[in-house]
């Protein structure tokens, strides 16, 4: 019987399996070859979720605040170059050349604004039909002996860890 620092160092290296992005077959093989009762097995399999669960986490909350940053740069990026822009229209200026950077301000690409889309051709509108099934709602009339067509219950199985 393997002693415990033997078995942590085998699911340590199930969890990098795991992390590093391994084939499940890879790591069930893994978990086949420690020594052990099924329950113990579980159990560190569990832990080893409960890890990657709390990474996932952290990673979320750091892609929120990433996110909140990467758009307050952008935001003031954009009111810089609106501030150069309003310097360059006040001096009358269309173009400056620096020691590093040439400023030019130029024509954008002529894009539409819709004014009132009720008096635009039909020619011009397409419509899109989108079909939303409440599948909670089927579900409680099949469960309360109601008959429909095209559907059917079905029960799955999960496992609970607490």
Same mark, same amino acid.
């Given at each position: 019987? &393997?002693?415990?620092?033997?078995?942590?160092? @085998?699911?340590?290296?199930?969890?990098?399996?795991?992390?590093?992005? !391994?084939?499940?077959?890879?790591? =069930?093989?893994?978990?086949?070859?420690?020594?052990?009762?099924?329950?113990?097995?579980?159990?560190?399999?569990?832990?080893?979720?409960?890890?990657?669960?709390?990474?996932?986490?952290? =990673? @979320?909350?750091?892609?929120?605040?990433? &996110?909140?940053?990467?758009?307050?740069?952008?935001?003031? =990026? @954009?009111?810089?170059?609106?501030?150069?822009?309003?310097?360059?229209? &006040?001096?009358?200026?269309?173009?400056?050349?620096?020691?590093?950077?040439?400023?030019?301000?130029?024509?954008?690409?002529?894009?539409? @604004?819709?004014?009132?889309?009720?008096?635009?051709?039909?020619?011009?509108?397409?419509?899109?039909?989108?079909?939303?099934?409440?599948?909670? &709602?089927?579900? !409680?009339?099949?469960?309360?002996?109601?008959? =429909?067509?095209?559907?059917?219950?079905?029960?799955?199985?999960?496992?609970?860890?607490?």
């Amino acid at each position: 019987m &393997a002693n415990i620092y033997e078995i942590t160092d @085998k699911y340590k290296f199930i969890q990098q399996l795991i992390e590093d992005g !391994a084939p499940e077959e890879a790591f =069930i093989e893994a978990l086949n070859a420690i020594d052990g009762e099924l329950a113990e097995k579980l159990e560190n399999y569990a832990s080893v979720m409960k890890n990657i669960e709390s990474d996932i986490a952290g =990673i @979320k909350a750091e892609e929120g605040r990433l &996110a909140e940053r990467r758009k307050a740069m952008e935001n003031s =990026i @954009k009111r810089m170059k609106e501030n150069m822009q309003l310097a360059m229209d &006040a001096s009358g200026e269309k173009k400056l050349k620096g020691e590093k950077f040439t400023f030019t301000v130029q024509k954008n690409p002529p894009s539409l @604004k819709v004014l009132d889309d009720a008096v635009i051709p039909p020619q011009y509108i397409s419509v899109e039909e989108v079909r939303n099934i409440d599948k909670k &709602a089927i579900l !409680a009339e099949l469960k309360n002996g109601a008959e =429909i067509s095209g559907v059917e219950i079905q029960q799955g199985e999960s496992i609970r860890i607490r």
